[in-house]
């Protein structure tokens, strides 16, 4: 095999462990992992496997095909899906068991209609927009499940969620605003519905207070080594590590420039690194002449504009003897976390993971036997 070019980490005993984390901090509540987009980029088998065997039961994705897929590597687990289903996707819904998270009025009606057809209650979740206003019911489409509890009827309401919109700043008042209104319109749910479990918090809100977990939280970004505490020392165990080749150093004198429109100047004698990874590999091209990578512990800024395949960092504060082809640069690790990279780049931690790309060496660290190891 060709010898590879960028080497993606996934540490999955940290990944267990950041889930007894949540566990803990969520003091009773049931932990239920949010393993959208691939697990956030980091792969669903493995990161769902090793999830399951630390103890969790219910999963959330965000769509259809993701949750055949978490089917097919847990029969056995509760799949609920964010999205909910279009039209034409409840028989799929049904073979695999797959529970939606109903988010309007017609998704309501589609899915009772199903319900009929099938001649038994569907189980569902209920999803109350309290103030993010983005999906979910508006609170006048939840004074009609009051006005006409028949809409309700051939459901089996197992959770009834909602969804935080300024959770990474404590002190919002947002959130005790949406705290209060996802009650009340919980509270006005009728028959079964009005006192069925309840779910509020993502990986924030789990630190937001007791008042905030309710009977389930929905941790996607802590499990896989995010901070949820933003601004305070981050709580969870790193997941992630990525390095990458150094394809080639050289010394370069001025007047000189590096990269696609020589947007750096090279002002004195200086040893370039080159290094193989670039935006394709989920490296924003806008950490161009402004993110660092890290080579034997040393902080090294990106040169020039980033490449599709190629970055340049210049190395000129180690010996050449340190950079040696074949090497490798820290994107993500120990010298550089999810969030020190996200903030060079001018984005969050979650586009980080969900864009590493699919281009890496993938090794799987530790986890339960029976977890695939790398591909
Ligand atoms: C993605 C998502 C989550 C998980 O959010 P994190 O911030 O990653 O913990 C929880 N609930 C909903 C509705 C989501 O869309």
Sequence with gaps: MQAPTGILEIDLDALAGNYRRLTEAAAGAEVAPAVKADAYGLGLEPVVRTLAAAGAQRFFVANLAEGLALRRHLPEADCLVLNGPLPGEERDYIAERLVPVLNTLEQIELWGAAARAAGRALPAVLHLDSGINRLGLTPAEAARLAAEPALLRDLSVELVMSHLACSDEPAHPGNAAQLARFRAAADALPGPAGTAPRSLAASCGVFLGESYRLQVVRPGYALYGGNPTAGRPNPMR???????????????DPPAGVGYGATHRVERPAR?????????????????????????????????????????????????????????????????????????AGTIGYEVLTALGRRHRRVYRGGPDGVVSGH
């Design 272 to 344: 370039l690194v080159t290094l193989a990874i670039g935006y394709a590999d989920g490296l924003f091209r806008a950490l161009s002449n402004r993110g660092r990578l890290v080579i034997d512990g040393q902080a090294l800024p990106i040169v020039g504009r980033i490449s599709m395949d190629l970055t340049v960092v210049d190395a000129s504060a180690l010996p050449a003897e340190r950079l040696l082809p074949g090497g490798f640069a820290e994107i993500l690790g120990p010298g550089q976390d999810i969030e020190a990279l996200a903030t060079a």
């Design 238 to 252: 790193p997941v992630v590590r990525l390095q990458a080749r150094v394809l080639q150093a050289r010394r370069v």
